[in-house]
Antibody, heavy 124, light 107 residues
Framework: QVQLQESGPGLVKTSQTLSLTCIVS??????????WTWIRQPAGKGLEWIGR???????DFNPSLKSRVTISVDTSKNQFSLKLTSVTAADTGVYYC????????????????WGRGTLVTVSS | DMQMTQSPSSLSASVGDRVTITCRAS??????LNWYQQKPGEAPKLLIY???TLQSGVPSRFSGSGYGTEFTLTISSLQPEDSATYFC?????????FGQGTKLEIK
């Protein structure tokens, strides 16, 4: 079955760039039925949607992070990536990649498949 | 921006109890509301989408209802494995806000 796996450094220095990759296995990232998203969760807190990419390369971002976020897709490697610049301690947390699927018309989108998450700590 | 507010923030209930969690949206969300369950150290798991549609494989004791600005997640007969934090999420438009979570403990 389809699985998602995040990878990247667990420790990033303040003011530098956080870079994570999500590898999609067991299925194609190019399916038009899905889009691919990043979500984060600070320790002991709630969930925050960071942004998404379609297999075509189109993207959307959370306005609160838009100036610092890049999300890209590499269909040849079946993976998508997140870059978050100028990080601070407030960016510390577990970062999840997830698949969004839709059902019905009008389409109802939901996050039906998640990676296990990766903890990123920002420290000087 | 749309805000999602869950109540209660935490609750404790006994096995077999009927449990209800409420999620209120600051703007009309239609049926665009999803529910997730998260256990410690795990990724969230989709329970309900489109306010009331049960995700495949989720036990039928979970149900969702509501429209517009008020939604509920109900567990009809609480089981020990239901101990978790539950999040609602608006899926009508970005940035797809989540509620702050409801931590459910078993007495």
């Amino acid at each position: 079955q389809v699985q998602l796996q995040e990878s990247g450094p667990g420790l990033v220095k303040t003011s530098q760039t956080l870079s994570l990759t999500c590898i999609v296995s067991g299925g194609s990232i190019s399916s038009e039925s899905y889009y691919w998203t990043w979500i984060r969760q600070p320790a002991g807190k709630g969930l925050e949607w960071i942004g998404r990419t379609y297999s075509s390369g189109g993207t959307d971002f959370n306005p609160s992070l838009k100036s610092r976020v890049t999300i890209s897709v590499d269909t040849s490697k079946n993976q998508f990536s997140l870059k978050l610049t100028s990080v601070t301690a407030a960016d510390t947390g577990v970062y999840y990649c997830a698949r969004a699927h839709s059902s019905g018309y009008p389409p109802y989108w939901y996050f039906d498949l998640w990676g296990r998450g990766t903890l990123v700590t920002v420290s000087s | 921006d749309m805000q999602m507010t869950q109540s209660p923030s935490s609750l404790s209930a006994s096995v077999g109890d009927r449990v209800t969690i409420t999620c209120r949206a600051s703007q009309n969300s239609g049926h665009y509301l999803n529910w997730y369950q998260q256990k410690p150290g795990e990724a969230p798991k989709l329970l309900i989408y489109a306010a009331s549609t049960l995700q495949s494989g989720v036990p039928s004791r979970f149900s969702g209802s509501g429209y517009g600005t008020e939604f509920t997640l109900t567990i009809s007969s609480l089981q020990p494995e239901d101990s978790a934090t539950y999040f609602c999420q608006q899926s009508y438009n970005t940035p797809y806000p989540f509620g702050q979570g409801t931590k459910l403990e078993i007495k």
